[in-house]
């Protein structure tokens, strides 16, 4: 999704499928960067505490 804000490409989905989701992050180059890895955990996080 390059740059383009997570929560954009997510309501196209939404509106596409009829369905909304349960949890969504977005994940640019940098995210995978090794100096990044707190952002990269930080946002696998908000991920998994949605099914806590």
């Given at each position: 999704m390059g740059d383009t804000d997570p929560a954009k490409v997510v309501a196209a989905m939404a509106k596409e499928s009829g369905r909304q989701p349960t949890a969504?992050?977005?994940?640019?180059?940098?995210?995978?960067?090794?100096?990044?890895?707190s952002l990269y955990l930080g946002?696998?996080?908000?991920?998994?505490?949605?099914f806590r």
């Open positions: 969504f992050a977005g994940f640019a180059d940098r995210d995978f960067e090794a100096g990044n890895r946002k696998i996080g908000s991920i998994v505490e949605r």
